[in-house]
């Protein structure tokens, strides 16, 4: 994935039936299409072939199912301890919930999640795997294994308090990732949490590897599809997502010096009616394009999107009355032109 490929938002609007339709709802020219989701055979070929890449990949790197051949790095123990208590403080306590857990592995998270959750789901779609995570944390009555592709899950609407996924989207075309988070908007009841975590923008672990069909996405690349997935609940009400947080993980930063794993915690809500199109989408899409930063930077200098450019931030930087060593939170960083200011003579963090 290049990440100055961006995606036009739409919204994928999922009714309730045996094969439910999708409506592809392009938010800024309205224009409206019908997209059934009985794949046409070219797309049914490109699931196919996705498919059996993703499981070729994993049959290589699953060979022997240790911490590191999952995470794919050489510090993947040290690593490990660390990330994990930090991913599952992101998620927060899951006293008592249902869960399922797409993409479960060998159970790095799923002995975890039972420790507290009334029942947790661990689905994988590499049956070694599962039988390894049955073998690990088999001492748990609360966990339910199942060898199945996370993309053809089915299962009960609103029967799980939460979703959850730690390196899945990544291993799916962006129609797969569409569908899943429509599923995942039905899997859970009103109130509900999707959460997963995913590397972003290029590889992070170590490992070697040879063809590797991985899809580094630009975060707002997910931010696009999350933000305008909507699943018709019938009664003129709408589900969809609300955003709890997103960030990175911290244990990458300080091992790694690596800012690309990130994780996004989502809320299910349902209203009245259609949402409106997302702010957020309307400044990925069209205000900060790469055109409009490039038209931006043309007026105002390199790295600023702002009205004065240096000139103003120089003015305003003045008046911080900044010494050296002490530390700035620049909120609204754009695309850094003013970080790039202040962070050369007075060596501030």
């Known amino acids: 994935r290049n990440p100055q490929t961006f995606f036009k938002p739409r919204t994928y609007i999922v009714k309730s039936s045996q094969r439910p339709t999708v409506h592809c709802i392009d938010q800024f020219s309205l224009q409206r299409k019908m997209v059934s989701t009985t794949s046409s055979p070219a797309v049914a070929q490109l699931t196919d072939s996705e498919r059996l890449a993703q499981s070729q990949y994993w049959k290589e790197h699953s060979v022997s199912a240790t911490v590191e051949s ?101 291993y799916l075309s962006d129609k797969e990732v569409a569908k899943l988070a429509a599923d995942s908007l039905s899997w859970v009841k009103d109130g509900g949490l999707i959460f997963f975590r995913e590397s972003c923008f290029r590889q992070s672990g170590d490992a070697k590897r040879g063809a590797n069909p991985t899809h580094y996405r630009n975060p707002r690349d997910y931010f696009a599809i999350f933000d305008n997935t ?64 490039l038209r931006y930077e043309r007026f105002f200098g390199p790295g600023y999107v702002s009205t004065g450019g240096a000139e103003t931030t120089k003015e305003f930087v003045g008046l911080l009355g900044l010494e050296a060593g002490e530390r700035v939170l620049d909120v609204g960083c754009g695309i850094g032109g003013g970080g790039f200011f202040i962070a050369p003579p007075p060596p501030a963090d």
């Not at 990175?248 to 794993?261: A, F, G, I, L, S």
């Open 70 to 170: 999952m995470m794919l790095d050489s510090q993947a123990s040290v690593i490990d301890k660390q990330e994990r208590p930090e991913v599952l403080g992101m998620l927060g306590p899951v006293n008592g919930a249902r869960v399922v857990e797409l993409g479960a592995g060998i159970g790095r998270f799923t002995g975890e999640l039972a420790r507290t959750a009334g029942h947790v789901l661990a689905v994988d779609f590499m049956e070694g795997l599962i039988e390894q995570n049955r073998e690990l944390n088999g001492t748990c009555n609360n966990i339910e294994w199942r060898a199945a592709d996370a993309t053809m899950l089915q299962l009960e609407a609103a029967s799980y308090d939460v979703v959850f996924s730690n390196w899945l989207l990544m």
């Open 230 to 293: 909507e699943v018709d609940v019938g009664g003129g009400k709408f589900a969809s997502y609300e955003l709890v947080s997103c960030k990175c993980v911290d244990t990458y930063v300080r091992v790694k010096k690596n800012q690309n794993q990130i994780c996004w915690k989502w809320r299910k809500v349902v209203r009245e009616g259609r949402r409106p199109g997302m702010v957020r989408s309307f400044l990925d899409s069209t205000q900060y394009s790469t055109s409009s930063i």
